[in-house]
């Protein structure tokens, strides 16, 4: 395979470097969803073949032969992905560039959806393989699905290297312990005792094609994550796109091998679908029982499974990013927190997936229909993409990488097909809905964007901004030290100032307190006209907008003057009228509204009496 | 009795008047909790002698005529309240001004106390009348409460006189059909047939003094509300005073009868106390009968107390007020909004009331003995003050006066000790453990604002204010025509202006985002100083605020330019940088912080391409 130069200029590297990832971290962090497919992906092939009783557990080794070469191609065609494109976004980054905006954000979209449902099966899963070795969680599947959410999302706040070096322990043990339990299956050659009876099943199918294509269908949901390293190569080290294209390499070599040697035990021990039980730990019990190496297999299925989770958070906030900056989504996803961690992205994923798993009460098999079909949208549409990459950049051996991304285009739109007819029924439907859904809110967002940026002249040179008479107007409640504050302010900042004082009621004791505010005002001769203002209704701020709007000067500034309270529970003790004038004025006229605190401190006290 | 002659002066004319009360109105409006006690508070009485079996009973008549001469004693004691406090707050303003500051303030605690268990007692109550009616109903007793509850904040919201006028139809209803069943009753002597099984009762006490006491206490609720007149003297129309003590003199007279028919009618009718039904609809059954005529009776009962309910409505955001004005609650409290309705005063009793109903499970009996506690507390503090008062003013006929308020002291204290004593275990702890709790928390509002006038010099004349230099900061994001607008009004606000470009991350698509800003604005030539600050943690506020206090000026303005979208969705597409900015400059900074909001409007689309 051929490796194309990258043109990525080097990270910079004041210490920031070493918050990304290596090879084996990226395997890590980025391939876990992959790897941790394992834990589901077999077990939906087995469930749709033994639709066909035994002899449809005979089918188990082929079926998933035909699903690990169409992971040899799609690997290989990634590969070309990141070479081509090692700033990231995958199939986003390149149906866009290659293939026009619109396909570009189809492509997106169906990342969107498989990134969530991703986080909601991985959590699923991990709390099944938990439920499978101590059945009496059973009842509290929902709760350890929401539980285990809220770590991973706690764990990704820390930054997305949290991550990969964290979760690299439990990806080697997990692959260790399935490369054990393989071999020694394999060896031995049947169970070490007769596993547990298979649930009760009707057989409804036939061996034959259609149970073949169901059965891959099924399967597919194994490849999915295999797209994550090329999405967020730039989490990588220098040189990023040499690092993310091996990573890509082991995760398909270990992918495959483990899900050929699983496929392999399964027909050995004649292994089927068992109410309450996972179908890695009925060949885990097969080949090395029931002993404390049977709950190392399920607790590492569990951490790996919860961890996988991870992949989704490395990926989508950086997706989401692109889309961000690109303008299709709100430029909040777009702004990186502390530590790299894009925020937003973050919290709007954890509240989707959080959502998928209450509707589905936290149930593999509810979401596992749902998963493929996105995926396999977007793995298209890259290889497509990809191929118009090599028609217009017809240099190397773009010939044999033309091949390349063709076989991955043809495989995975056929495979794309398959699984939403498949699995309409079941759940597909609600992804073909949504994805364009997805793309019409892009859209949406993008023409607001553009519409905005043309008001504010993004791309022009706005004129020179030049001075003009401005007057202050300060709303004053009553003669004290805050009022000579902000009028002191007032008189340093516009050419004019007047005072606004509001008149409400006409209670007796409210016309002796405007009287008495008067009297005061005289009193104090502040050098600042006054005037009164009337409100009907006793609302403080359509009276001062009134007033605003009247005024001729082209800058017109209202000044609020706010007492700032030393202690928290003190704020109960101020009307906030500040605030609700503040944001009236702000609404309902084009004046500058400005807020001045005035703090009250303890120390100051002892000087009055 | 003397009626003093009042010095209020005359309210304003100006339209104010009509939203106020006559007598009648002021009876309805203000009288109804007192009037609706004839609800639960005959059945109260015959609850504790029942203890006594039929032998008890015989002593309804007896301890209802020594409540009744306590209700006189009390309805002569408040005309002299209200002649010589036309303003209105009652024992707070009483005791406040005879007796101190905190003793005011313990009365106010008290009367706070009752107007909430006054909104929870007679919606209870009413809802009781409600099932005894309709049994099926009973199952949903506390969500009946809420829903009514509902309805009478909803109808106070729309001022105090649509109450009254609108709850004066119920009341006649109620207090004419009380005397129907009355008279009927009375005059015939015997139930018309034989009333339903009283509830299996075992006799725990023997008639004598104690019994009585209890009997006392327990009655001790028919007089509740009577205050409420005094309380909302401001309320009624020109003159007041007069007004009001006539309606307080017409609420005694009505409800004193009335204790008494249905007094007489308990005794006449054996009347017991029975699951399920109140002792009033019992009363009626014997009297009317269970046709048309009962169902009016129990109508009338249920939407006399719920608007009973209202007393509390025109009482307590009026003595929230008068604590507000006073320093001893947050100034909200006294703010009134449209049609003189004190909206927060509102909202707490409501909120209140509320939590009593959920926690008693809308049960009377659980909520009745925590009620007159503190209503006696308040009227032996009021009637205590009224003797210090006529002791200071020896005008008048004041000896007489003396005699009364002395009389009205004398028995109130009395029966606050008698209630306390009886009523501990049942729920009057937690009166006696509210009441000191409120008037801490008074005395530590008092102090803070004290604090705080003093540090605003609220009674000193401040001195003048006076212009300074000023320097505007302005933060710029990019170059656009919102940053053009923002530094030309920063031109007209301040001596000198600075333009502040927060500088965040160090990845390469931010260091050139960098770069290109700085070629941007040199092109630009904004004739503005430019800096460039740099950030850590990625976050806007923090650099900015440093950077606001290393300067120099007296009077530092910091100018946030702010897009506002023409339609609402659109506010997602903006990253609320500004509002951050402006809170944590505001928040860390003496700085003023000024906000502009950028109009965009969809007329000025067309003309941009």
């Not at 730039?234 to 270990?254: K, N, W």
């Not at 890695?280 to 002993?291: F, K, N, Y």
């Not at 919290?347 to 998963?371: C, E, I, K, M, T």
């Not at 990809?386 to 991304?405: C, D, K, Y």
Request: charged share 15%.
């Amino acid at each position: 395979m051929v490796i194309t130069k990258t043109a990525t200029p080097p990270a910079a590297a004041r210490g920031e470097d070493r918050h990304r990832l290596g090879v084996l971290t990226g395997v890590a962090a980025l391939g876990l969803d992959a790897l941790a497919s394992c834990a589901y992906g077999p077990e939906a092939i087995v469930l749709a073949l033994a639709a066909a009783g035994v002899a449809g557990i005979q089918l188990t080794v082929p079926v998933t032969l035909l699903i690990v070469a169409l992971l040899a191609v799609l690997v290989a065609s990634y590969r070309q992905v990141i070479a081509a494109y090692p700033d990231g976004g995958g199939a986003y980054a390149v149906a866009r560039r290659n293939l026009g905006p619109t396909a570009g954000l189809v492509a997106a979209a169906s990342l969107v959806v498989d990134y969530v449902l991703n986080v909601a099966v991985s959590v699923a899963a991990g709390v099944a393989a938990l439920t499978s070795a101590f059945p009496v969680l059973l009842p509290w599947t929902l709760e350890l699905c929401l539980a285990a959410l809220l770590v991973v999302v706690g764990v990704n706040l820390r930054g997305v290297l949290a991550g990969g070096r964290l979760f690299a322990v439990p990806a080697a043990i997990f692959v260790g312990a399935l490369a054990v339990l393989i071999v020694v299956g394999v060896v031995r050659g049947h169970p070490l005792h007769p596993l547990p009876a298979p649930s009760p099943m009707g057989i409804t199918a036939s061996v034959g094609v259609l149970l073949v294509l169901a059965a891959f269908a099924n399967g597919c949901a194994a490849l999915t994550g295999i797209e994550a390293i090329a999405n967020a190569t730039p989490s990588f080290r220098v040189d990023r796109a040499r690092r993310a294209r091996q990573a890509e390499l082991g995760l398909g070599i270990t992918l495959g091998t483990l899900l050929i040697g699983l496929a392999v035990l399964v027909e050995l021990f004649g292994a089927r679908p068992t109410d309450g039980r996972t179908l890695l730990s009925l060949l885990a019990e097969g080949s090395i029982g029931t002993g404390p190496g049977y709950l190392v297999v399920q607790f590492a299925t569990v951490v790996l499974l919860l961890v996988a989770a991870n992949t989704s958070y490395g990926g989508l906030p950086v997706l989401l990013a692109k889309l961000a900056n690109d303008g299709a989504l709100p430029h909040v996803f777009g702004l990186r927190a502390d530590r790299q961690v894009y925020r937003a992205g973050l919290v709007v994923l954890s509240v989707l997936a959080g959502g998928l798993l209450v509707f589905s009460g936290g149930q593999v098999n509810v979401l596992v229909p749902l998963f493929a079909v996105g995926v396999f949208i977007g793995f298209a549409l890259c290889q497509l993409g990809m191929l118009r990459h090599w028609l217009r950049h017809r240099e190397g051996r773009w010939q044999t990488r033309l091949g390349i991304n063709g076989l991955g285009c043809v495989a995975s739109t056929v495979a794309a097909l398959v699984i939403t007819v498949e699995k309409f029924t079941e759940g597909a439907w609600l992804v073909v809905l949504v994805v364009p859904l997805l793309v019409a809110l892009f859209i949406t967002v993008q023409r607001a964007y553009r519409r905005i940026g043309g008001e504010l002249g993004v791309d022009q040179q706005p004129a020179c901004p030049r001075s003009a008479t401005s007057v202050v107007v300060v709303p004053v409640v009553a003669i004290t030290r805050l009022a000579e504050k902000t009028l002191s302010a007032a008189l340093s900042m516009g050419d004019r100032v007047v005072a606004a004082h509001v008149v409400f009621g006409t209670e007796p004791d409210e016309l002796a307190a405007t009287r008495e505010f008067q009297r005061r005002w005289e009193g104090w001769q502040p050098n600042v006209p006054l005037v009164l203002l009337d409100s009907t209704h006793r609302l403080l701020g359509p009276p001062i907008a009134r007033y605003v709007r009247s005024l001729e000067e082209p800058h017109v500034v209202v000044l609020i003057g706010e007492v700032r309270p030393e202690r928290w529970w003190e704020r109960v003790l101020f009307n906030r009228r500040g605030s609700v004038v503040a944001r009236y004025v702000g609404r309902h006229t084009d004046a500058v509204v400005c807020r001045l605190r005035f703090p009250l401190r303890r120390a100051t006290v002892s000087r009055t009496p």
